[in-house]
């Protein structure tokens, strides 16, 4: 099932920048995923999978000029991945548009969403 999401999130990213709400959107209701560990685990896979292979950064969005761009958190993949999860749980209800932060695919990304849409 984490696999699904992460070739969805590549799709999806191909043209865009991914908020965290959209992954979590697209794991519990595209997927199925119910809410509580379960999601928090699939998502939280999915982001170590996607930056741990250099397909994507995680940061916060820089909207000064265009086109947008994340400016990546600093950490290795596992303090990115704990910090996203943690700032979330701490909403206490999934991530709202432009909360927490958001996803953008690296070149290498974009070649690997490109090669899965063929």
Known sequence: MTARLEREILSRGLDDIIQLAEIVSVARFNLGIPEGPDLFAAVAYCLRALVGEGLAVVGDLHDS?????IGP??????AVVERAILQWKELGRAPNLGEICWLELTELGREAARD???
């Open 73 to 78: 958190w600093p950490g290795d993949v596992d």
């Open 65 to 69: 000029g265009s086109p947008l761009a």
């Open 116 to 118: 899965a849409a063929l």
